[in-house]
């Protein structure tokens, strides 16, 4: 029996020993040896002078595995206070039958240490990063914001997700009975940290057009707002801002109306914003020039059953006063000497019914309707901004093209070392610098956008204010915007402001937005270094129409 017994005992240590060597090796490394990751640092951003917009900071998070958790009565209230959790909810969370637990993400470093100096056992820490946001809401709605997990959740930080999220690494450790590493046994993969993104952005400019846009909403008490700052000769996109804004700083309430990038998710009715690209058709297409002269009068104009007019009766306008004075009817009268399909293709080369892909999430193409449906009235009110929906961001691109020779380029939200010489042509050169006189005479007396004049420069734009819909009808709200460019003597910014709603007793697009263009025109170009083209004098500024032509009427 012993002899029996003896046998036994050799054969069973050779099959344990030699045949099942792998299985018992992995069992005893799996009571010590342990891989755990490396976090990758995800990638910066910043502006295109390298002023940090969003940077990793190193934080710690406390986790637990429940079934080692051998704490007091007092370790645990002391554990749930330096937490800052109530202690019911800690020990809900150890008597967890999970085999880990998080008790909090996310620990300052010098917290996460004392913690650790209490030695308690069962509980452990994770190094990890949380994104920090210097520039805070100021630049919220381009630079976005990660999770908890560090995953990007809005803007840039979602846009280019892939580019700064890098790639995790992991090493093998040795760790005793209480969790503690006691060994590193080697490095298996090395983390691959993110890639940094440089933002055509520029920070001064950004918080110029935030400032002048938070007052603007303020003091005009309106619902929102939303303005874009973009490079002529790039296409960058040097600010974006919107208000209400939100900072990403503070996670407790990331959500609802705060969240929206207006100028790319909102659409609206530009109203007479697109009165100069019905009138740069019509030069380019020989049906009218600079002087020629439209018939304005009486002010009110039939087409089938419905009825348009100007705000303020004209006589005899030149195509140039058209602009000026805003005519509805001067406009209308243009885009019915063109046919249809013309202008569907002249809008559809300016991007509008189209998103811009630009990568950031919930752009809004905006709405333009087949040519073939269009009826004789539509056209017309199309020739001034009703009928269609834009977003800003849409409406300022297009103005590129009477900024430079009458071309089209792309924009870009990341910083462009090496510009394109030519865009896509729109109009003649001719009618481009032809309608840029058109916008600068709006800023001048007798325009209705005195107030968007910049002392030391020449500049020009055009005024929109239109009538919301609610309910498929005209409701009695507004949404008042100007876009404009500078200097007219050689273009270098296109500035495109939009408040929604203002009801602090004016809503006209001359009184509401043009100011907001003047202040981040006025900031932009001496922070960039523009040389002046004009005199600096006093501003001529004439009284604002109070009734703005641009407003739907008579439909």
């Avoid at 804004?245 to 969240?259: C, D, F, H, I, M």
């Avoid at 809503?507 to 003047?518: D, L, M, R």
Wanted: proline share 6%; glycine share 8%; net charge positive.
């Amino acid at each position: 029996m012993l002899l029996s017994a003896s046998v036994a005992l050799v054969c069973r240590a050779v099959w344990l020993q030699g045949v099942k060597t792998d299985f018992l090796q992995a069992k005893g490394e799996s009571r010590y040896a342990r891989v755990i990751e490396l976090p990758a640092d995800r990638g910066k951003i910043v502006d295109r002078h390298g002023d940090v917009l969003a940077v990793s900071t190193p934080v710690r998070s406390v986790w637990a595995i429940p079934d080692d958790v051998t704490l007091t009565p007092a370790q645990s209230r002391e554990l749930a206070r330096m937490l800052g959790m109530d202690a019911s909810e800690l020990n809900r969370k150890l008597a967890s039958e999970k085999e880990f637990v998080y008790l909090k993400r996310q620990v300052p470093p010098e917290l996460a240490d004392r913690i650790a100096a209490l030695n308690l056992p069962g509980i452990h820490e994770q190094n990890e990063f949380r994104r920090f946001y210097p520039t805070g809401e100021v630049a919220a709605h381009v630079v976005g914001f990660t999770d908890v997990d560090d995953k990007g959740q809005e803007g840039i930080e979602l846009a280019f997700q892939k580019d700064l999220v890098g790639q995790a690494g992991s090493r093998r450790v040795i760790k005793d009975r209480r969790g503690h590493i006691v060994e590193d046994v080697e490095s298996i993969k090395k983390p691959r940290e993110g890639a940094d993104v440089v933002l055509a952005l520029d920070s001064k400019i950004q918080y110029l057009a935030y400032s002048a846009l938070k007052q603007a909403v303020t003091v005009n008490k309106a619902k929102a707002g939303s303005a874009v700052v973009i490079d002529v000769k790039t296409g960058e996109i040097l600010a974006l801002v919107n208000n209400p804004t939100y900072n990403p700083n503070n996670r407790v309430r990331l959500s609802g109306a705060q969240l929206r990038n207006r100028a790319l998710t909102d659409t609206f009715e530009p109203g007479s914003t697109m009165k100069p690209f019905t009138a740069a058709l019509a030069l380019d297409k020989g049906k009218f020039r600079f002087d020629t002269i439209i018939n304005c009068a009486p002010g009110r104009m039939t087409i089938g059953s419905a009825t348009i007019s100007d705000a303020h009766p004209h006589g005899a306008l030149t195509v140039a006063q058209v602009i000026q004075k805003s005519s509805n009817i001067g406009s209308a009268k243009m885009a019915l000497s063109m046919p249809p399909e013309e202008m569907w293709q002249m809008f559809d080369s300016l991007g509008f019914g189209s998103q811009l892909k630009l990568g950031f999430p919930g752009e809004a193409p905006g709405r333009l309707r087949p040519a073939r449906i269009w009826r004789p009235i539509e056209q017309a009110t199309m020739s001034y901004g009703h009928g269609i929906s834009v977003n800003l961001m849409q409406i300022a691109q297009a103005y590129l093209v009477f900024a430079r020779q009458g071309d089209l380029i792309p924009l870009s939200l990341t910083r462009v070392d090496t510009p394109p010489l030519h865009g896509k042509p729109v109009f003649s050169e001719q009618t481009a610098r032809e309608v840029r006189a058109m916008l600068e005479s709006v800023t001048q007396p007798g325009g209705t956008a005195t107030l968007a004049q910049v002392p030391g420069y020449r500049v020009g734009g055009k005024t929109g204010t239109a009538m919301k819909i609610e309910g498929g009808v005209y409701a009695n709200k507004y949404v008042s915007s100007f876009v404009g460019l500078g200097p007219i003597s050689n273009p270098r910014l296109v500035v495109a402001v939009m408040i929604d709603e203002p009801t602090g007793g004016k809503h006209y697009g001359g009184e509401v937005a043009a100011p907001v263009f003047s202040e981040v025109m006025a900031g932009s170009l001496r922070a960039l270094g523009v040389p002046p083209d004009a005199p600096l004098r006093p501003m001529q500024v004439a009284q604002t129409q109070r009734t703005d032509a641009d407003v739907k009427e008579g439909m």
